[in-house]
């Protein structure tokens, strides 16, 4: 199981510039992933945005490209064909109107301002995609084994809570059926303090208790309950994106105690009730961080 927040980077050499990505992800309802990177990689956006799309199918993604020049990429020498041309045209202009002697160099060309320019290397584009993706597959692989660790720390404490959650759930088991013999035990014990010398139907009573206790009767949403926490251990045990369904076996656990608490007409069952939303809550809230 994996989790949705994470930190990864990656890098990779190519021909003298070094290439850095950095990603990161936070919790979110879908895949929304943003990258930014510089003027020089714009062509390959799509495509790492693809990349990162096929491996992280949830969470706020933002993913940065960089890159640092080093050796002869940092500075090439470049010389300006079109002014270079010009001066040299202009030079033996001169010479021819001017009647002056001397050869005209390429140094003294060279010498001329805005001439020679320095600037970064080219890059061969199919090297800089293959190494912008290398770097990128490596930030990935980093920010997954972070989100496989953290995941795997949630899943402990969700275990840990649907154990506390499968306790309470036995305590309320084990007190739900006793709850319409005892109500029937005060009814009696009411009769008996208000109504001394009447005398009072046990038929009539027994169909009292049978209308109560079909009224407070949690069997069904206890054994839902049950296979509830069944699946939701399953999924625990899954590598691939399971929050969302968590999250709706979240919703039916909450809907199965919220109904208990609805039938329920003891302080035992309702305290208990009480401390089953209470660890659900807290299962809800590690859920929303899961992939």
Request: aromatic share 6%; hydrophobic share 40%.
């Amino acid at each position: 199981m994996y989790s949705m927040t994470g930190y990864g980077k990656g890098e990779c050499e190519q021909g003298g510039m070094l290439l850095t990505v950095e990603i990161k992800s936070v919790n979110h309802r879908y895949a929304d992933i943003g990258v930014k990177l510089p003027r020089t990689f714009f062509a390959f956006e799509n495509e790492i945005r693809k990349r990162v799309g096929q491996r992280l199918k949830r969470g706020k993604i933002d993913l940065f490209i960089n890159y640092d020049l080093s050796g002869a990429a940092l500075s090439v020498p470049r010389y300006n064909r079109e002014l270079a041309k010009a001066y040299s045209d202009l030079f033996h202009t001169m010479q021819r109107e001017l009647s002056l002697s001397g050869a005209v160099s390429p140094e003294l060309i060279a010498s001329q301002k805005d001439v020679v320019q320095l600037g970064e290397a080219e890059f061969d584009q199919d090297q800089l995609r293959d190494g912008l993706l290398r770097a990128t597959d490596a930030a990935i692989d980093q920010l997954l084994a972070m989100r496989l660790t953290e995941g795997d720390e949630t899943g402990q404490d969700i275990e840990e809570r649907l154990a506390i959650a499968e306790q309470l759930v036995g305590k309320i088991n084990e007190r739900a059926p006793q709850v319409p013999g005892e109500w029937l035990q005060r009814l009696k014990e009411r009769l008996a303090r208000h109504g001394e010398g009447i005398e009072w139907d046990e038929q009539r009573l027994a169909q009292e208790l049978a209308v109560f206790a079909d009224r407070c009767d949690i069997s069904e949403e206890l054994a839902r309950f049950k296979s509830h926490i069944g699946q939701f251990r399953e999924l625990l045990r899954d590598r691939e994106p399971v929050g969302r369904r968590m999250d709706f076996l979240v919703q039916e656990l909450n809907r199965e105690v919220n109904t208990m608490g609805s039938k329920s007409n003891d302080a035992e069952l309702t305290s208990a009730v009480v401390a089953l939303k209470a660890e659900l809550e807290k299962i809800r809230e590690q859920v929303q961080n899961v992939e």
